[in-house]
């Protein structure tokens, strides 16, 4: 099933109960994803007292968690429950703003970034080879909708 990165926001208290097989205990987390510009939040819990142990999963930590998705029944709703079955601790992707500076990432060989489509000193604008670029076209789209000619006689 599908894993998940990020960094635990939130661990919550731990529950725990008696049913007909036993005693059992879990516990939900947090997860906030490293997604940039919008992280997302997942939250999944962690069954038994073995798992959270050998998992010992405490907030600020960096994981990759691989979940299991399922959805069940009961009194005619559904329910969707998100279980970690192994978790794997990690170091934190770097923000994109630490790049050095060789490593820019669509930079031209030897221009410096922000050259293809810059203002000149005069006003126009050049690419990567310094030539002028065309003056853009205007359009009438008052008079011509589509932006051609409102001469012409074609049907599209």
């Known amino acids: ?20 097989r036993g005693s059992w205990m879990a516990q939900d987390f947090l997860l906030e994803s490293y997604d940039q510009p919008y992280p997302r939040r997942c939250l999944f819990s ?11 999963i405490k907030e600020g930590d960096d994981l990759a968690v691989d979940i299991d998705i399922d959805a069940r029944e009961y009194q ?24 050095a500076a060789g490593d820019a990432p669509f930079a031209a060989a030897g221009a ?9 000193s005069t006003g126009g604008s050049q690419n990567n080879t310094g030539a002028p670029l065309p003056p853009p076209q205007s359009t009438n789209f008052a008079t011509d909708p589509l932006g051609g000619d409102a001469t012409e006689d074609l049907p599209f």
């Open 46 to 56: 962690v069954w038994g007292a073995d798992r959270l142990q050998q998992f010992n």
């Open 76 to 99: 005619g709703r559904w329910y969707n429950s998100v279980r970690a079955w192994r978790v794997a601790r990690i170091t934190p992707p770097q923000p994109q703003g630490a790049l």
């Open 112 to 120: 410096p970034i922000g050259t293809a489509g810059s203002q000149n």
């Open 1 to 20: 099933m599908p894993t998940i990165q990020g960094k635990i926001v939130n661990a919550f208290p731990p529950r725990s109960g008696q049913n007909d």
